[in-house]
């Protein structure tokens, strides 16, 4: 793995810190590439119920890497070629999406362009009081990527996802939460306890059921209504076959808390 990412594991938590604090962790193709592959990995790895993205030092990441755009150092490569290598490295957003268990963003500082669309690709997102986020495409003259639009729009609505992409609007943490973008704002000495207390909680809860929940949540956005119910009740019938499904139904009787064993 590149050391332009990190990789610890506790509890059945994984922790991917991305890690170019001198550059606010900026996003290098290293970097996405490992990022990529590890969420490929965790993604089907029994061992790990929940995932948190974060980044060192002072900020979550600040998207791409702007002063190699300045040098010219991409545009040695075609339009076709670059395109696909795009494309390729944005598939990192659709894993985290769709994997089937949660992923959570634990923002400090900038959270910008594509830093701001891949924490919209986790499923939650808990920051410190110097959480800063935005778009920052119009402000470097490109359009945007890493599914950004897509979940933004979803997270606020198409009206306010249009002023945040058009204006490139920088968004205290306060204005996050207000709209949404951001589950939690907590003090900064308090971030890494409150996440990994979360992430924690959700790593030993009914890992099977979690999945299948996160699926409904996902695909309740495009589906009908009647393919919505079709969907829960399959996810619904599949879950009432785990093993923690019958612990939570004997705990509930001897009215004592569940030990979940993830399957």
């Known amino acids: 793995m590149s050391d332009h990412l990190l990789e610890s594991r506790d509890n059945g938590v994984a922790w991917l810190t991305l890690n170019r604090p001198d550059r606010l962790n900026a996003m290098s193709n ?3 590439d ?3 592959a590890c969420m490929l990995r965790l993604a089907a790895d029994e061992e790990v119920g929940c995932v948190v993205l974060t980044g060192a030092g002072r900020g979550f990441c600040a998207g791409g890497d702007v002063k190699g755009m300045a040098q010219g150092s991409l545009r040695e490569a075609s339009l076709e070629g670059r395109m696909q290598a795009l494309r390729r490295r944005m598939e990192v957003s659709r894993v985290i999406y769709e994997m089937p268990k949660p992923v959570v963003a634990m923002v400090r500082g900038p959270a910008a362009g594509a830093g701001l669309s891949v924490a919209l690709a986790c499923d939650l997102r808990i920051a410190d009081e110097t959480a800063l986020m935005t778009t920052a495409f119009a402000q470097v003259g490109l359009s945007g990527d890493f599914g950004g639009s897509w979940f933004l729009s979803r997270l606020v609505g198409a009206g306010k996802a249009k002023e945040l992409y058009l204006t490139a609007a920088r968004l205290t943490a306060s ?7 951001l589950n939690r704002v907590v003090a900064s000495d308090a971030l890494e306890a409150e996440t990994r207390a979360l992430a ?3 790593a030993s809860g009914p890992r099977v059921a979690l999945g299948y929940m996160k699926q409904n949540l996902n695909g309740a956005w495009t589906a009908s209504l009647s393919e919505t119910l079709d969907m829960e009740a399959r996810n619904h019938t ?5 093993e923690d499904h019958l612990e939570a139904s004997k705990a509930f009787v001897e009215k004592r808390k569940p030990v979940f064993s993830g399957r």
């Open 30 to 32: 290293e970097m996405l």
């Open 34 to 36: 490992g990022l990529l």
């Open 175 to 181: 204005d996050a939460l207000a709209l949404g973008i």
């Open 200 to 202: 924690e909680g959700l």
């Open 238 to 242: 599949r879950s009432g076959f785990t």
